[in-house]
T-cell receptor, first 111, second 112 residues
Framework: ETGVTQTPRHLVMGMTNKKSLKCEQHLGHNAMYWYKQSAKKPLELMFVYNFKEQTENNSVPSRFSPECPNSSHLFLHLHTLQPEDSALYLC??????????FGPGTRLTVT | DAKTTQPPSMDCAEGRAANLPCNHSTISGNEYVYWYRQIHSQGPQYIIHGLKNNETNEMASLIITEDRKSSTLILPHATLRDTAVYYCIVRSGSNSGYALNFGKGTSLLVTP
């Protein structure tokens, strides 16, 4: 247990569906992150939030929409995804730029 | 942040020390060396980090050369549960941006 939880752990969705991924951290951290890990590829940073404000968007398509209502919660809203968006989506948190703590990830399959 | 180079894969016998090298020849004075690992299909796990002094914690030791152009992560007594991909990451201190640049890492296989 890292103090970062993600739900759901597995998700299968059609290309026309709308779904959301949820991340919650119980560590009192101020920064939260979304990463994407496709099969046999390195982790790719998607978004960074610091004190609820988005500080980095790594050229992510608009079909991925993040939301950070407070420093403990982070969502990733998904709509009209493509099969190539199938991947492991990882959430992490940190105190400022210190070491990041990762959740277990959501395995997403787009059919 | 400076780029790192790691061997794609390594083997280690259970109970022996695993020494994972990392080259970061373009590292600058304010950049730290971080190590994470990722066990199959799980989230990455922080292991250790250092600036210029050698560091040790309950998981591993980090040896950084005097010129800081390379480092070695040492798992003193590897177990089967240490089989994972190990990532060496160089980044600036806390006030310089928070993103981590994960490369391909070293896939460590610990064998019985």
């Amino acid at each position: 247990e890292t103090g970062v939880t993600q739900t759901p752990r597995h998700l299968v969705m059609g290309m026309t569906n709308k779904k959301s991924l949820k991340c919650e951290q119980h560590l009192g951290h101020n920064a939260m992150y979304w990463y994407k890990q496709s099969a046999k590829k390195p982790l790719e940073l998607m978004f960074v939030y610091n004190f609820k404000e988005q500080t980095e968007n790594n050229s992510v398509p608009s079909r991925f929409s993040p939301e950070c209502p407070n420093s403990s919660h982070l969502f990733l809203h998904l709509h009209t995804l493509q099969p190539e968006d199938s991947a492991l989506y990882l959430c992490a948190s940190s105190r400022d730029g210190d070491e990041q703590y990762f959740g277990p990830g959501t395995r997403l399959t787009v059919t | 942040d400076a780029k790192t180079t790691q061997p794609p894969s390594m083997d280690c016998a259970e109970g022996r020390a695993a020494n994972l090298p990392c080259n970061h020849s373009t590292i600058s004075g304010n950049e730290y060396v971080y190590w994470y690992r990722q066990i199959h299909s799980q989230g990455p796990q922080y292991i250790i980090h250092g600036l210029k002094n050698n560091e040790t914690n309950e998981m591993a030791s980090l040896i950084i050369t005097e010129d800081r152009k390379s480092s070695t992560l040492i798992l003193p007594h590897a177990t089967l549960r240490d089989t994972a991909v190990y990532y060496c990451i160089v980044r600036s201190g806390s006030n310089s941006g928070y993103a981590l640049n994960f490369g391909k890492g070293t896939s460590l296989l610990v064998t019985p």
